[in-house]
């Protein structure tokens, strides 16, 4: 479970990669600056009071844990660490500390996974102040309605997804896509389109960074899925290879839908595919068969790659596609459970192809049109009360330039040295101009 945590810590740098490579070489600080602030915000507010929440006693109707039950984490490490009596709280197996610092990552990942719907027009100072909102009031009870489950031996009462209406949602279909990618759309909507959106070309300036981005998200949702098993067992190895074959089958199905469509395969196309392919696996991998989990990441992979079409035909600049990837995929993967659900896997639960009938799709969709009403509402509304206090978007003339350089006065690249400028970067000292430098007996011939 350390590892685990580790793993989907790690996701976040890598989706600052994922991101960053995806927008325009004067928006890629920014857009990495998004996903890593939501590391130092959403973590102390999770301290503070999020986890307690998110797992605290419920307060009434499954709707909220107790924010002051373990605020500041109190009560949660308090014990005896050395010596020959160790006692300190446990979460299940775990200690509960280790629970507390797993859930944090989910927390972090899904605040920055918004961010991708407003690049190259969301100021800094507003983003932040709309993710602690977010992550307080969306989050945090949708995260308490999903992950806490009852437990009549503590006398704990958890959320009404969970509990009420079962459904299933073992990493976070729900809570984290479904809930970041109705987010997004709402506050992409608000924010309004960027400047020369559609007309101008805004493609990805480093793909590079983009393969590098999905690759180590791939890797790190091996603690995403496989960790929410809690511990090192067959659920969680059973979660591992539903999460490898899913994520195969959406990357193939995303790269035949582009070389029917446009006639080419792409690399911004294969990591789509791939991260299109973990989304949808996320709720259902301890759920269904590695055979479901292809069908699953299959149809995740010809669904988004279509989905990501439609902001140019409804007219919402949705930047970097979360709504097509994680709102689509999110959606695919939770309802297909009721549909796929196999009674042998370790959720025990049959769907309609295995002899269920429709009761576990009923849950399945409402679970599913819960949060996505709330979020997408709740959403829509801070985002109106950040623009009507202290606005939104960066100026005209500051989106012309860069936001990197207008928000945080820096630039990705310094292109100064490759104009013999002097600057950092530059293997000549300052004072020696490009027309005096001395010219190497072997110039003219490497080149």
């Given at each position: 479970?350390?590892?685990?945590?580790?793993?989907?810590l790690?996701?976040?740098?890598?989706?600052?990669?994922?991101?960053?490579?995806?927008?325009?070489?004067?928006?890629?600080?920014?857009?990495?600056?998004?996903?890593?602030?939501?590391?130092?915000?959403?973590?102390?507010?999770?301290?503070?009071?999020?986890?307690?929440?998110?797992?605290?006693?419920?307060?009434?109707?499954?709707?909220?844990?107790?924010?002051?039950?373990?605020?500041?984490?109190?009560?949660?490490?308090?014990?005896?660490?050395?010596g020959?009596?160790?006692?300190?709280?446990?979460?299940?197996?775990?200690?509960?500390?280790?629970?507390?610092?797993?859930?944090?990552?989910?927390?972090?990942?899904?605040?920055?996974?918004?961010?991708?719907?407003?690049?190259d027009?969301?100021?800094?100072?507003?983003?932040?102040?709309?993710?602690?909102?977010?992550?307080?009031?969306?989050?945090?009870?949708?995260?308490?309605?999903?992950?806490?489950?009852?437990?009549?031996?503590?006398?704990?009462?958890?959320?009404?997804?969970?509990?009420?209406?079962?459904?299933?949602?073992?990493?976070g279909?729900?809570?984290?896509?479904?809930?970041?990618?109705?987010?997004?759309?709402?506050?992409?909507?608000?924010?309004?389109?960027?400047?020369g959106?559609?007309?101008?070309?805004?493609?990805?300036?480093?793909?590079?960074?983009?393969?590098?981005?999905?690759?180590?998200?791939?890797?790190?949702?091996?603690?995403?899925?496989?960790?929410?098993?809690?511990?090192a067992?067959?659920?969680?190895?059973?979660?591992?290879?539903?999460?490898?074959?899913?994520?195969?089958?959406?990357?193939?199905?995303?790269?035949?839908?582009?070389?029917?469509?446009?006639?080419?395969?792409?690399?911004?196309?294969?990591?789509?595919?791939?991260?299109?392919?973990?989304?949808?696996?996320?709720?259902?991998?301890s759920?269904?068969?590695?055979?479901?989990?292809?069908?699953?990441?299959?149809?995740?992979?010809?669904?988004?790659?279509?989905?990501?079409g439609?902001?140019?035909?409804?007219?919402?600049?949705?930047?970097?596609?979360?709504?097509?990837?994680?709102?689509?995929?999110?959606?695919?993967?939770?309802?297909?459970?009721?549909?796929?659900?196999?009674?042998?896997?370790?959720?025990?639960?049959?769907g309609?192809?295995?002899?269920?009938?429709?009761?576990?799709?009923?849950?399945?969709?409402?679970?599913?049109?819960?949060?996505?009403?709330?979020?997408?509402?709740?959403?829509?509304?801070?985002?109106?009360?950040?623009?009507?206090?202290?606005?939104?978007?960066?100026?005209?003339?500051?989106?012309?330039?860069?936001?990197?350089?207008?928000?945080?006065?820096?630039?990705?690249?310094?292109?100064?040295?490759?104009?013999g400028?002097?600057?950092?970067?530059?293997?000549?000292?300052?004072?020696?101009?490009a027309?005096?430098?001395?010219?190497?007996?072997?110039?003219?011939?490497?080149?």
């Amino acid at each position: 479970m350390l590892v685990s945590t580790a793993l989907v810590l790690l996701m976040t740098p890598g989706l600052a990669l994922f991101y960053g490579g995806m927008v325009r070489s004067k928006s890629v600080l920014n857009m990495m600056m998004m996903s890593l602030s939501a590391m130092g915000l959403v973590g102390i507010l999770w301290a503070l009071y999020g986890y307690s929440m998110a797992f605290g006693n419920d307060v009434g109707g499954g709707l909220l844990g107790n924010p002051f039950e373990a605020f500041g984490l109190s009560g949660l490490f308090v014990g005896t660490y050395t010596g020959d009596e160790v006692s300190y709280p446990m979460s299940g197996t775990i200690p509960a500390l280790l629970f507390v610092g797993f859930q944090a990552t989910f927390a972090i990942i899904t605040v920055a996974l918004i961010s991708g719907a407003v690049a190259d027009r969301m100021r800094f100072g507003p983003w932040l102040l709309f993710a602690g909102l977010w992550a307080t009031v969306v989050y945090f009870p949708v995260a308490h309605w999903v992950f806490a489950f009852d437990n009549d031996d503590a006398g704990v009462v958890g959320g009404w997804i969970a509990n009420d209406i079962a459904a299933i949602d073992f990493a976070g279909g729900t809570a984290v896509h479904i809930n970041a990618g109705v987010a997004a759309l709402a506050l992409a909507l608000v924010l309004g389109k960027r400047r020369g959106w559609p007309r101008e070309p805004m493609r990805p300036h480093n793909l590079t960074l983009v393969m590098l981005g999905a690759g180590l998200l791939w890797f790190g949702w091996f603690g995403f899925n496989a960790g929410s098993a809690l511990g090192a067992n067959g659920t969680a190895a059973f979660a591992l290879v539903n999460t490898i074959v899913a994520t195969c089958a959406a990357m193939l199905a995303w790269l035949l839908v582009e070389r029917a469509r446009d006639g080419k395969p792409t690399s911004l196309g294969a990591a789509s595919g791939i991260v299109a392919g973990l989304v949808a696996i996320t709720p259902a991998c301890s759920s269904v068969s590695p055979l479901g989990g292809i069908a699953i990441g299959a149809v995740a992979g010809v669904l988004c790659a279509l989905a990501v079409g439609l902001k140019y035909r409804f007219g919402y600049d949705d930047s970097l596609d979360v709504v097509g990837v994680h709102l689509v995929g999110g959606l695919v993967g939770t309802v297909l459970i009721g549909l796929l659900a196999d009674p042998g896997s370790p959720a025990g639960v049959a769907g309609t192809f295995y002899g269920g009938g429709v009761d576990q799709l009923w849950r399945q969709v409402v679970g599913a049109l819960a949060v996505l009403l709330y979020s997408g509402v709740v959403s829509a509304v801070l985002a109106l009360i950040v623009k009507a206090t202290i606005g939104l978007r960066v100026s005209e003339e500051a989106e012309a330039t860069g936001i990197d350089e207008t928000e945080h006065a820096e630039t990705g690249y310094d292109f100064s040295s490759l104009r013999g400028g002097g600057g950092l970067g530059t293997s000549r000292p300052p004072s020696v101009t490009a027309a005096s430098a001395p010219v190497p007996a072997t110039a003219g011939k490497e080149s």
